[in-house]
């Protein structure tokens, strides 16, 4: 399994990032996909998630705001970020299903699932 993030970068308050994610070495489709993030007084925790059948999840701070999608075509996963803010400054990371299924009720850990090398997102002035 191989994920790889892009799109991170610096961006003002109120402004968007697209993350992108490509994936390799499964059955794409049919695995939930979902992006994570981790600030260092905070900790790992969901963003969102995608599931198989197209259906999505989101913690409340992002709803709204943020939007995931896949293409199974391309095995491709995004994330739309809108009118972000200081506090969705963290690393992202995109996130597969390992042996066990992927669990966002669950805290996220590096030692469950499948995990990309990270990108950085800093909403700044």
């Known amino acids: 399994v191989h994920l790889v993030e892009s799109g991170g970068g610096l961006v003002q308050p109120g402004g968007s990032l697209r993350l992108s994610c490509a994936a390799s070495?499964?059955?794409?489709?049919?695995?939930?996909m979902a992006w994570a993030r981790q600030v260092p007084e905070k900790g790992l925790e969901w963003v969102s998630a995608?599931?198989?059948?197209?259906?999505?999840y989101y913690i409340d701070s992002v709803k709204g705001r943020f939007t995931i999608t896949r293409d199974n075509a391309k095995n491709m996963v995004y994330l739309e970020m809108n009118n972000l803010i200081p506090e969705d400054t963290a690393v992202y990371y995109c996130?597969?299903?390992?042996?066990?299924?992927?669990?966002?009720?669950?805290?996220?850990?590096?030692?469950?699932?499948?995990w990309g090398q990270g990108t950085q997102v800093i909403v700044s002035r």
């Open positions: 996130a597969t299903e390992g042996i066990q299924p992927l669990n966002v009720w669950k805290p996220p850990s590096f030692d469950r699932d499948y």
């Open positions: 995608i599931y198989a059948r197209g259906q999505t």
């Open positions: 070495g499964f059955t794409f489709h049919s695995h939930v």
